[in-house]
């Protein structure tokens, strides 16, 4: 069982920055990869970043250039730093992990594991 806590949300200013942090533990894999998503009122749940074990990243187009996803190894934890910050950014985000970085990258319905969750809101 793996356990991601996710951390670093709040509110901010349009144009402002924030910083995501999320911590696995638990039974890992021995190699991995991490993502954010988001999910804002009424809507769907989308991709934001993902990163691969190797260190590997991508992004949704809505968030290339603002957003920045990096990992630490040695603390099993996935971070990402989000600038420029738009109202329509306001979300809860969420953490995941999965063996395979196409199921993140694709968020695949059968995506390993999910961290709670952490509002993130931008006002205008």
């Known amino acids: 069982q793996v356990q991601l806590v996710e951390s670093g949300g709040g509110l901010v200013q349009a144009g402002g920055s924030l910083r995501l942090s999320c911590a696995a533990s638990g039974r890992t894999f021995s190699s991995y990869a991490m993502g954010w998503f988001r999910q804002a009122p009424g809507k769907e749940r989308d991709f934001v970043a993902a990163?691969?074990?190797?260190?590997?990243?991508s992004y949704a187009d809505s968030v290339k250039g603002r957003f920045t996803i990096s990992r630490v190894y040695a603390k099993n934890t996935v971070s990402l730093q989000m600038n420029s910050l738009k109202p329509e950014d306001t979300a809860v985000y969420y953490c995941?992990?999965?063996?395979?970085?196409?199921?993140?990258?694709?968020?695949?319905?059968?995506?390993?594991?999910w961290g709670q969750g952490t509002q993130v809101t931008v006002s205008s």
């Open positions: 990163i691969s074990w190797e260190g590997s990243t």
């Open positions: 995941a992990l999965d063996s395979s970085y196409t199921r993140i990258r694709t968020m695949a319905p059968d995506v390993g594991s």
